[in-house]
């Protein structure tokens, strides 16, 4: 009989705030997967470090940091043919997620590919999103007010539409796009209402106006703005 | 010196889905505080029951279920008004939230009322969103993908322009606007791209295509669309 696939989100960098069904399944595990930027660290595995057994056998899937289509979709290939190998044998395989993995997570590319062979269960896990929320004092949506969830590299045009169609949005994925964000949000007269979040939860965290943040930001780092969350005070 | 207020967010239902940190906090309060439908149960409380210690004391709000704003307004009065006691006798209150405290969370209303006067610290938990798309197994975006979360009792018009901004939808609070919302997502041809989730997570869950869904929907039910999470194969 073969083993079962989890994909645990291990949310947002805190170990603190991994859930405990997580916890359990990640010290009781046998094989465990997680991605790590070619050649370098892996954060998902940094977060779960202290719960990892000291026996687990690990299989890492180098994923290259390129925009381009196929390096990456190789290296999902070779982890998943690595994770069926191991499921194969009857074997459970734990596979690490950052935040949660059906939230701009790379497990969905696993998931994708192993499926339908064989049982997945998924984890959810805290999003950055929520993190980032309480970090800046930013209730998100309350009632009937609308979120948006945006990724820093849309053009422009796209991001202004889609800023003014919800009464709180948050941009993911801000990087080197921090200027041309902040300058859409400030021609749509919001710059006052935006907080600039960097490493949510991690010893390097980061709160300020997003009118001070820095022009290069890392990866890591999301714009929260809110129109609306009533307090009805 | 005063107490401090922890919102913890407790996950969708599963208890197994409370984060470490939550847990802690709860199994080491003096002082528990959480929302109740009037005169009747309530979820939070529910969730966190095996970890509320037996001598804790515990701060009922009780919220009237009315879309009037006087009475719910006047019910966070009387409990911020509690809690405020409690916190001025140097003593930390622990406010249970469903899923995520602001992500529609009720505890919004409190940090609005007590956020000046005392420290407040919020603890992010996994979102009803997150939970049906890991029930479910519909990946929610990644890449540069956009994700909308929108509340049921939106007009027609508004839902179907959010529906056709984004690569993915959830639509929460559907309850009894399901016929409405059906028919908003089987105009637009993505009927057959939708799932409705039931109390994910719960004992009673339930997953199944939009098109088989109950005309009356519980409150705590979600409709997800995606036409995107392109899986990179």
């Known amino acids: 009989m073969s083993g079962t696939l989890y994909g645990v989100g291990l ?5 603190d705030l991994i859930t405990r069904k997580a916890a359990r399944l990640i010290e009781g595990a046998g094989v465990i997967a997680y991605p790590a930027l070619a050649g370098g660290e892996s954060l998902a595995r940094a977060i779960a470090a202290g719960l990892i057994p000291a026996n687990a056998h690990e299989i890492v899937m180098d994923v290259p940091m390129t925009l381009a289509r196929e390096p990456a979709q190789a290296a999902y290939d070779t982890g998943a043919a690595q994770i069926a190998q191991a499921l194969e044998q ?81 941009i993911l994925k801000v990087g080197r796009h921090l200027p041309k964000l902040r300058a859409v949000i ?48």
């Open 90 to 170: 009857g074997r459970d395989v734990v596979c690490l997620c950052e935040g949660d993995p059906f939230f701009y997570g790379s497990f969905m590319y696993l998931y994708a590919r192993l499926k339908d062979r064989f049982s997945v269960e998924v984890v959810p896990g805290v999003t950055s999103l929520t993190a980032c929320a309480a970090l800046a004092g930013m209730p998100l949506v309350a009632r009937n007010e609308r979120l948006t969830v945006l990724p820093g590299p849309l053009p422009e045009d796209e991001l202004a539409l889609r800023i003014e169609g919800a009464e709180s949005v948050a």
């Open 186 to 233: 400030d021609r749509l007269g919001l710059l006052d209402r935006a907080t600039y979040v960097e490493r949510a939860t991690l010893a390097q965290q980061r709160v300020c106006p997003l009118a001070e943040a820095p022009d290069n930001a890392p990866y890591f780092s999301m714009i929260l703005l809110t129109k609306g969350a009533d307090p009805w005070l």
């Open 11 to 15: 949310g947002p960098g805190d170990p």
